[in-house]
C-alpha cells in the first residue's frame, strides 16, 4: 500500500542519486515551506497584535478624553455651586443679581473652552436662568432633561452624556444649596459633535465618528437634524465623523448597540482599515449609540508584503543553489557503489569467491571490506541457517505461548509452576525453577519447580540468601549469571537433588528495576546453555515480571475494595455514594438507609431529591437548589451545607450534608456523601436559646423588684414587666383578695 502511494517517477526510481536527491529536495521544500508559513503568520499575528494595541490605546484616549471633559463640566458646575454669593441670589431668586454674577465667567469660559451651556434650575427641572440664552427662562425640562431631574431628586451630582431638546451633549450638573437647604442645580454643559471628534484626530490622529440611535435623538429638536446622515443601520443617524465611508457590516453596529466591543477589518480602494466599534453611554449607562476608531493599517500590511515576497525570493534561491550542490556530492560518492553492484550480481549467479577492492576510507569502503568478509562467511551460514531459524521459531512460539497462558493466571505459585513447565516441555532443559523475593528482600523463596526435585524443593520450603550462589548472585546484581561448566565456578551452590548439574544459568525477574525473583535453569551437559538462551529466558522473564505486577496489583486492588467496604459499612456515620449525572444514590451503608428508610433494592433508582420535601426552609424548591448543590461540590472538589430531608413515611428530619467528588469507573463523576441528623440538635438549641430568654427576663425584673422603694412600687413594676414578657396588654396583680368568712381573723 505504502509503495503505492509513494512511488517513485521511473526517470527518479532508475538513478540512485535522484532516489537520494527527491526525499532531500522533497524535505528541504518542506522545511523551507514550513519557514516561510510560519513566517507569514508569525508576522500577520504580529500585525494583528499590533492593530489591537492600536485599538485598544486609541479606545483608551477617548475614554480619558470623555472622562477629563466629564470631570471638567462637573467641576464648573460644583465650583458654581459653591459660590455663596451665587447661593445667595439663586436663593433669593434675583435672576438679575445671579446674571451679573455669572454672565462675565460663562463669556470667558466660552471664548477659551466653548462652553455650550451654563444654567440653573428650580425643582423638579425648571429652568431659572440659561446664561447661554438669558431671555429664555421658566419652562419646564423634566419631560426631557432627566439628569437634573435627577439631581434635583437625589440631591447628588450628575454626569455625563445626555440627549436633550439642543442635541448630545456632556453634562455635569450638581445640587445649590443655601444655608443648608437645597434651593436647586446648576448645570455646565459641553459640545459633543465634530469639534470633538476633530480634536481628538489632532490630538491623537487615525479617524473618528460618533453614530447615535433614531431613539436617542427623538427628543432633539435641532434645526438641521433632517440633515444629518443615514447611518449603516435603519436605525441610527451618523452625529459627526472626521471620514467618509469605511463602515463595517450592520450586524457589527446591531451587536455594539446590544453591548459588544468589536474590532472589524474593513477594505476599501485598495486600503486596509481597522474599525473599532465601541458602545456609546449616556450618564445612566444606557446605550446611545457606537463610536467608530477608523486606524488606517495600509502601511502594516504593506510591509508584510514587502517581507512576504522578499522571504520567497531568498527562499526559492537557497532552494536551487542547495539542490545543485547536493546534486555533485550524491554523484561523486556513489560511484564505487557500482563496483559493488557488479560484484553482487556475480555472486547471486552462485560466484561466492568474488572479491572488490575500493580505494576508498569511508563508509562506502568499509562497506566494500564488510562485502568481502560477508562472502566468505555465507557459505558456513548457509549450511546452518534453517537449523537456527527453526530453532528461533521454537523460542518465538514458546514465548508466545507463556506470555497467552499468563495472562488469565491470578496466582503467584501457579503461575511460577506453569512458567518452569512450560520451559521444560518446550527446550528439555534438565531443571528449571522460579525463585520469588520474599517481603523483606532478603531471601529468594523457591516457588515453582519442575520434576520430581522440584516438588521436594517445594515441600521443603527451599530458599537462598540474595547475594549467594549464582540465584543470589542474579537478585543482587540484576543481571543474568551465565556459568557454562558449573564446576569450573567456585561459587556455585550444588544441591543433592540435582547431581547432574553441568550447566547453569539465572535470569532475575525484574520490574521497573526492583528484582522480583530469579529464573534459574539447569542443563547437564557443559556449555549447552548460551547467550541465545540467556536472551530467550530474558524474555520469559520479562514476561514473568508483567505477571506478577499483574497479580500484585489485583491483589491490592481487592484487599483495597474489600477494606474500603468495611471501613465503610461498619462506619457510624450515614454514608452514600451518589451519581453526580444521574442524582440517585449507588452505594449506601446500613446507617444510610436506617436514616432514608428505604433499602437496598432503592438504590440506583432514588435519591437525596426524591427523598426531600418540595421545597426548602428557605422557599427554594428541593429539585433545583439539590442540582446546584451538586454542580458547586463536583466543581469545588467538595461541600457542606444543612438539608431537609422526607421519607417515603413522611418524616421530616433536619441533616448536615458533607459531599466529596470522586471517580467512579469509567470516570464517571461521583460524589461521597455524608449525612448526619442534626434535628435533634437543633431542638435543643432552641430549647436553650428560649430558657436563656426566659432567665434575662426574670433576672431584669428582679433587678427591677429590689430596686423597688415600696410594696407598691414593686407590684407595678411586677405586672408591668410580667405583662411585657408575657405579651399582655392589661396585667393585674391583686393583694389579700376576699377571705373566706371561715379564715377572716386568723
Do not use: C
Not at 444 to 462: I, N, W
Amino acid at each position: 500500500m505504502l509503495n503505492r502511494i509513494f512511488q517513485l517517477p521511473k526517470f527518479i526510481a532508475t538513478k540512485l542519486s535522484r532516489k537520494i536527491l527527491f526525499p532531500i529536495l522533497i524535505v528541504g521544500l518542506l522545511v523551507l515551506v514550513s519557514f516561510f508559513v510560519f513566517n507569514y503568520q508569525t508576522n500577520a499575528a504580529d500585525n494583528q497584535i499590533r492593530q489591537a494595541e492600536n485599538s485598544r490605546l486609541a479606545e483608551q484616549f477617548f475614554n480619558l478624553k470623555l472622562h477629563d471633559l466629564n470631570d471638567f463640566a462637573l467641576g464648573l458646575a460644583v465650583q458654581s455651586a459653591n459660590n455663596p454669593d451665587i447661593q445667595a441670589a439663586f436663593a433669593a431668586q434675583d435672576r438679575e443679581k445671579l446674571k451679573e454674577l455669572t454672565l462675565d465667567s460663562y463669556n470667558a469660559l466660552k471664548e477659551q473652552y466653548d462652553i455650550a451651556q451654563y444654567q440653573f434650575h428650580l425643582a423638579p427641572a425648571t429652568s431659572f436662568l440659561r446664561l447661554h440664552s438669558p431671555d429664555k427662562f421658566g419652562d419646564d425640562l423634566s419631560t426631557f432633561r432627566f439628569t437634573i431631574v435627577q439631581v434635583n431628586e437625589t440631591q447628588q451630582p450628575v454626569y455625563g452624556l445626555e440627549v436633550g431638546r439642543g442635541g448630545a451633549g456632556i453634562r455635569g450638573a450638581t445640587p445649590v444649596f443655601y444655608e443648608g437647604k437645597h434651593i436647586g442645580s446648576v448645570e455646565f454643559g459641553l459640545n459633543f459633535d465634530a469639534a470633538l471628534l476633530n480634536s481628538l484626530k489632532a490630538d491623537y490622529g487615525d479617524d473618528w465618528r460618533i453614530i447615535l440611535t433614531r431613539d436617542a435623538l427623538s427628543l432633539a429638536t435641532l434645526d438641521d437634524i433632517s440633515a444629518l446622515k443615514e447611518g449603516p443601520t435603519p436605525d441610527t443617524l451618523v452625529l459627526a465623523s472626521t471620514i467618509d465611508a469605511i463602515f463595517p457590516s450592520s450586524d457589527v453596529y446591531n451587536k455594539v448597540i446590544a453591548g459588544e466591543r468589536l474590532i472589524s477589518p474593513v477594505n476599501e480602494q485598495d486600503k486596509f482599515y481597522s474599525v473599532t466599534s465601541i458602545p456609546l453611554r449616556d450618564y445612566s449607562g444606557k446605550i446611545i449609540g457606537v463610536v467608530d476608531i477608523i486606524i488606517d493599517n495600509t502601511a502594516l500590511v504593506q510591509e508584510q508584503t514587502n517581507r512576504t515576497i522578499l522571504l520567497l525570493v531568498v527562499l526559492a534561491f537557497v532552494l536551487v543553489i542547495g539542490s545543485y550542490i547536493i546534486l555533485t556530492t550524491i554523484n561523486q560518492s556513489l560511484k564505487p557503489l557500482g563496483v559493488l553492484t557488479t560484484a553482487a550480481n556475480k555472486i547471486e549467479r552462485g560466484d561466492l569467491s568474488q572479491k572488490v577492492a575500493l580505494n576508498s576510507e569511508d563508509e562506502i569502503g568499509q562497506l566494500g571490506n564488510a562485502f568481502n568478509l560477508m562472502t566468505g562467511q555465507l557459505s558456513g551460514l548457509i549450511a546452518s541457517l534453517e537449523q537456527r531459524v527453526e530453532d528461533r521459531t521454537k523460542a518465538l512460539r514458546t514465548s508466545t505461548e507463556v506470555s497467552r497462558r499468563l495472562s488469565s493466571i491470578l496466582d503467584k505459585g501457579k503461575l511460577a509452576i506453569e512458567v518452569v513447565q512450560q520451559l521444560q516441555d518446550a527446550f528439555h532443559y534438565y531443571h528449571a525453577h522460579i525463585y520469588l523475593l520474599d517481603a523483606k528482600g532478603e531471601t529468594l523463596v523457591m516457588t515453582g519447580g519442575t520434576g520430581e526435585a522440584g516438588k521436594k524443593l517445594l515441600e521443603r520450603g527451599h530458599s537462598i540468601p540474595r547475594g549467594r550462589g549464582l540465584v543470589g548472585r542474579a537478585a543482587e546484581s540484576k543481571e543474568v549469571v551465565l556459568v557454562s561448566n558449573t564446576r569450573s565456578d567456585p561459587n556455585w551452590l550444588p544441591n543433592p537433588l540435582l547431581p547432574e548439574t553441568q550447566s547453569e544459568v539465572a535470569i532475575p525477574i525484574l520490574a521497573a528495576g526492583q528484582v522480583l525473583g530469579v529464573l534459574d535453569v539447569q542443563n547437564n551437559v557443559v556449555g549447552s546453555l548460551t547467550e541465545e538462551d540467556a536472551s530467550l529466558l530474558r524474555s520469559i522473564a520479562d514476561q514473568t515480571a508483567i505477571a506478577l505486577q499483574n497479580i500484585s496489583a489485583t491483589e491490592e486492588t481487592q484487599k483495597l475494595a474489600k477494606d474500603y467496604k468495611e471501613l465503610v459499612e461498619n462506619s457510624p456515620a450515614a454514608i452514600a455514594v451518589l451519581d453526580a449525572e444521574t442524582g440517585v444514590f449507588t452505594e449506601a451503608n446500613q446507617n444510610a438507609l436506617e436514616l432514608y428508610d428505604i433499602t437496598r433494592d432503592d438504590l440506583n433508582k432514588i435519591g437525596p431529591i426524591q427523598l426531600s420535601p418540595a421545597l426548602q426552609p428557605d422557599g427554594q424548591g428541593s429539585t433545583e437548589k439539590a442540582q446546584a448543590l451538586i454542580s458547586q461540590a463536583m466543581e469545588k472538589g467538595g461541600m457542606i451545607f444543612e438539608w431537609t430531608h422526607q421519607t417515603r413515611s413522611g418524616r421530616k428530619f433536619l441533616a448536615e450534608i458533607r459531599l466529596v467528588r470522586v471517580t467512579g469507573s469509567g470516570d464517571r463523576p461521583m460524589l461521597n456523601a455524608v449525612m448526619t441528623d442534626i434535628t435533634e440538635q437543633r431542638r435543643l438549641e432552641e430549647t436553650n436559646r428560649k430558657r436563656a430568654t426566659q432567665q434575662e427576663a426574670l433576672n431584669r425584673i428582679t433587678q427591677k423588684i429590689q430596686n423597688a422603694t415600696s410594696v407598691e412600687s414593686a407590684l407595678k413594676i411586677t405586672a408591668r414587666e410580667l405583662g411585657h414578657a408575657l405579651g399582655m396588654k392589661t396585667t393585674l396583680v391583686k393583694i389579700n383578695p376576699e377571705v373566706p368568712e371561715k379564715d377572716k381573723g386568723n
